[in-house]
């Protein structure tokens, strides 16, 4: 049973212009069309280069920024379109861990305000004693001590900073929790740590994350299936093992490509796809296909003219990608691109 489904999704920032009178000139294609669905209890993970739109579209299904299109739907109900003071009532069940865990929470507030503050806005729990019963219980599960309460962010390590964040989002006891690279700004041994507690959590509450990474080690550790994002669409969904054993799309085999390899005889000899030139903008993302000026397997008539759709290909794989197929089956040679690392 699917927790979220996110059907057609858009969020177009308009471009404005003039001095006196604003005038919208363009839109940023920040999320353009983007469908996919994360089944209760699970893990999907969200990958693509900087400025793909991954994190907006999260930042979107908890309505932190603007919807233009689509639809979100969490346990039945539709959030893209609820009223203002539905919407605040119904983010309780979904809740967000921030990239930066020291930005994210306020430096004037200790850590008993911070994760109370929730609980208040909600109207949850019967009282003072109830709600610092339950950050306490919070702050356990993310393995943090009660005296931790009265000390104030900075005071804290990056990891712990983190586990706070964490201890925020479940305080509400949330169904869905959409973790925004949330280790990318911690060490490695330390990223470890808080992954290990997010799947112990997982297990032990059913939880359900949306992951948004870069870092595709790290999303296929965590996962269940994955979906690959580019310039603002989806390009490639799949089963973590499937998409990483065989990616289909030509940007997923380019991204998998550059995963390193701890065997370094395998490292120096394996093959990496090298792609030319930088992301377009999104906005004014080509016409066509948007990979294809990027792409080594591109056929420019079709690829330069026809947006291809998310379609099923292989076993498990979803794939927007004209030849698909074609370049699985190596029937298609890319250009010029491909070379040892």
Known sequence: ???????????????????????????????????????????????????????????????????????????????????????????????????????????????????????????????????????????DAVGLPERALNRYPHEFSGGQRQRIGIARALVLEPDLIICDEPVSALDVSIQAQVLNLLEELQRERGLTYLMIAHDLAVVRHVSDAVGVMYLGALVEEAGSDALYTDPRHPYTRALVSAVPVPDPVVEDTRERILLPGDLP???????????????????EERCATERPELRPVGDGHRVACHYAEEIAAGEITPKGVVGPR
Request: hydrophobic content about 35%; overall charge negative.
């Open 1 to 139: 049973m699917s927790l979220l489904e996110i059907k057609d999704l858009e969020v177009h920032f308009p471009i404005k212009s003039g001095v006196l009178v604003d005038r919208t000139v363009g839109h940023v294609y920040a999320v353009d069309g983007v469908s996919l669905e994360v089944e209760a209890g699970t893990t999907y993970g969200l990958v693509g280069e900087s400025g793909c739109g991954k994190t907006t579209l999260g930042r979107a299904v908890l309505r932190l920024v603007p919807v233009t299109g689509g639809e979100v739907w969490i346990n039945g109900v539709d959030l893209a379109h609820l009223p203002e003071e539905e919407m605040r009532r119904s983010r309780r069940q979904a809740q967000m861990v921030f990239q930066d865990p020291l930005g994210s929470l306020d430096p004037r507030q200790n850590i008993e305000s911070l994760l109370i503050e929730g609980l208040e806005v909600h109207g949850v729990g019967a009282g003072r004693a109830e709600r610092r019963r339950r950050v306490l219980d919070a702050l």
């Open 281 to 299: 903008s999104p906005a004014d993302p080509p016409p066509g296909c948007r990979f294809h000026t990027r792409c080594p397997w591109r056929q």
